[in-house]
């Protein structure tokens, strides 16, 4: 790492310049950092000639959203890379095209999506994208199963394992998600009107359970390469294409972690909308945000059923009853882990602008006690809700209590 400099706005654009063969010789160029995001540093470098553009993003040597106490490997840059890298070949069309991957500076150079907007703020905006839920189940399916058991040899996969071992970035998770929410931790901030529902959460012996019984699995289930943080601000999204950015948490972890956690932030926006005094817009939006839900559970399902039955290709998992279970297992933990997302960005360290945007403290305690309630509700009876009408069930019925 000998070559490692933190990059300001002028270092990007001669970058850009010199180091990317991308923008002519005459390119009249400007840069400008604008990462908002809880790790990095990110840079738009525009030529204001031509209007073509690029995204340099940089790995800090410490958690940008905390500062230097926290440090954290600049190796988080190359796994996402070669994360979306893969990722791209098996799925292009969703996932961001890399231009180029500096090792010494833990830099990635990309593809700029200006002309899509990211899903959370389109979500916050009660902006309608109907495709984009099929396509998230489609770039999950497709992703998870190229990179599992059921398509590679056991030796290349084993290699990929290896390649992908991200024991930093998983710490965080295993904590933020499965750890800190459940006990008192320095690290979590809620909304003081929380407290008693906090308490209750903090003292269920049989939500803590179901909770650790998901987090062995996250430490201990290498099915396939997952993104590891496919949350709404991790998508780009506009009426015709929907793109996914942001794999550093990328690892062999469980298959329904991904899928949960997409579910989970579609959740939280849904939580987010007004509930007593609803609004026939929210309602209607509610209405949309469930209806995408079962998009993504629906063309999951069907494309990786679709896949398993045509290109496994170890023939012990070449049983369809196999598959079937294996799908209902995912589907059950998949609901689990959404759960675990509706509870930590509430609890936990990192919040969700959906939540936290809420003006009133009142209002906004309100709508985050119904992303308690129902990530409670989700983790304890996930096996019980045998499929996706069942669960979207649960979640009208707790809204309407
Ligand atoms: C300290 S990192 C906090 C969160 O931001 C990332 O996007 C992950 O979701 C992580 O949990
Ligand atoms: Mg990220």
């Known amino acids: 790492m000998t070559d490692y400099r933190i990059f300001n706005e002028t270092d990007a654009l001669n970058y850009a310049r010199q180091e990317v063969e991308f923008f002519a010789a005459d390119a009249d160029l400007v840069s400008n950092e604008f990462g908002d995001g809880n790790l990095n540093l990110v840079f738009k470098v525009v030529d204001q000639k031509s209007g073509r553009s690029l995204i340099l993003k940089q790995a800090l040597p410490y958690a940008r959203c905390v500062g230097e106490s926290w440090p954290l490997s600049t190796d988080r840059a190359r796994i996402e890379a070669e994360v979306l890298m893969l990722h791209e070949k098996i799925c292009p069309q969703h996932t961001v095209h890399i231009v180029k991957f500096d090792r010494d500076l833990s830099l990635i150079v990309m593809e700029d999506l200006s002309d899509h907007l990211i899903w959370r703020s389109a979500l916050i905006q009660r902006k309608e994208l109907p495709l984009a839920g099929q396509h998230i189940g489609t770039y999950l399916a497709k992703t998870l ?32 998600f499965f750890t800190d929410p459940y006990r008192q931790h320095e690290r979590n901030n809620y909304n003081p009107l929380l407290e008693s529902e906090v308490q209750k959460i903090q003292s269920d012996p049989h939500l803590q359970a179901k909770v650790a019984l998901l987090k062995y699995k996250f430490l201990n289930q290498a099915q396939a390469l997952l993104h590891g943080d496919v949350h709404s601000g991790s998508v780009f999204v506009n009426e015709s294409s929907t793109k996914v950015i942001d794999a550093e948490f990328g690892f062999y972890g469980p298959i329904a972690f991904d899928v949960g956690s997409v579910i989970g932030n579609l959740l939280l926006n849904y939580a987010g909308q007004p509930g007593l005094s609803e609004t026939h817009v929210a309602q209607v939006y509610r209405q949309y945000l469930l209806d995408q839900i079962r998009q993504i559970w629906f063309t999951f399902a069907a494309e990786f059923a679709r896949l398993m039955a045509a290109e496994t290709t170890d023939v012990a998992f070449q049983v369809a009853e196999y598959q079937q279970l294996a799908l209902q297992q995912i589907f059950v933990d998949a609901i689990g882990y959404a759960g675990t997302e509706l509870i930590r960005r509430t609890i936990g360290l990192a919040h969700v602008a959906d939540l936290d945007n809420i003006e009133s403290t009142e209002q906004r305690a309100e709508c985050e006690l119904g992303a308690l309630k129902l990530g409670q509700a989700l983790i304890k009876n996930a096996s019980e809700l045998d499929d996706i009408e069942a669960v979207i069930q649960c979640i009208e019925k707790l809204a309407a209590s």
């Open 145 to 176: 199963f190229f990179t599992s058991d059921y398509y590679l040899d056991p030796q290349q996969k084993k290699a990929k394992v290896a390649q992908f071992i991200n024991p930093e970035l998983c710490l965080i998770t295993e904590d933020l």
